[in-house]
């Protein structure tokens, strides 16, 4: 990317950053709309390099970015846009960094691997429903609330937030009583 064709307005930009060095709190204000598209591109092409599963999304990175880079609490020194872009790539890495190095701490998950769950559509005819109706059975002898879930989300094709309304759950709880009971019925239906 030329730094060269970034903004069309050289001189504004410029004189933006200097009234942020010299602590102006509304310059930083008006610096961002100037430079959002770009920063937003620049994340973009970072995060585009990132392994999947990168859960930090590009509108997030820029803003961090920004933050960073108009700190009124810091001095900064730009000698040019360029090098304000040069410090916006820099803060973004080290954002990005900040963010690996947090997921791989044991209390964030640690070692552990994020495994995508896709709801499958229910076949038009389900061969083992017999079987699905034992397990929910059982099911709801344990959790009767999972059980309730699997029954919205099976039988009546109701979502998580559908689901949440009618049981008075948030959708996280519908959404983690669907993960607990499509897993404790895998194991039970497999067992027959």
């Given amino acids: 990317m030329s730094l060269g064709v970034i903004l069309p307005s050289m001189s504004e930009v ?5 009234a942020i060095e010299q602590g102006d709190p ?7 709309p100037l430079v959002y598209d ?5 994340a973009a092409q970072k995060l585009a390099q990132e392994k999947p599963g990168q859960t930090l999304q590009a ?7 920004y933050l960073r880079l108009v700190d009124v ?18 803060a973004m890495r080290r954002i990005l960094v900040e963010n690996a190095r947090r997921k791989k701490r044991l209390r964030h998950g640690g070692t552990l691997r994020r495994v995508e769950l896709v709801d499958q559509p229910a076949s038009e005819v389900d ?7 034992e397990g929910l059975s059982r099911l709801s002898a344990e959790d009767a609330v999972a059980a309730k879930v699997v029954e919205l989300r099976h039988f009546a094709g ?7 309304a009618v049981l008075g759950l948030t959708v996280y709880q519908a959404r983690q009583k669907w993960t607990y009971a499509r897993a404790w019925l895998r194991d039970a239906l497999a067992e027959n």
């Fill in 127 to 133: 061969e083992n429903l017999q079987a699905l109706d």
């Fill in 26 to 32: 509304q310059a930083a204000g008006r610096l961002l």
């Fill in 59 to 65: 509108t997030a990175l820029v803003h961090e970015a």
């Fill in 14 to 18: 410029t004189l933006i950053l200097s």
């Fill in 38 to 42: 770009e920063l937003r591109k620049l």
């Fill in 158 to 164: 109701l979502g998580h937030q559908e689901i949440a």
């Fill in 73 to 90: 609490d810091k001095v900064h020194r730009w000698d040019s846009r360029g090098h304000f872009f040069v410090a916006a790539a820099e």
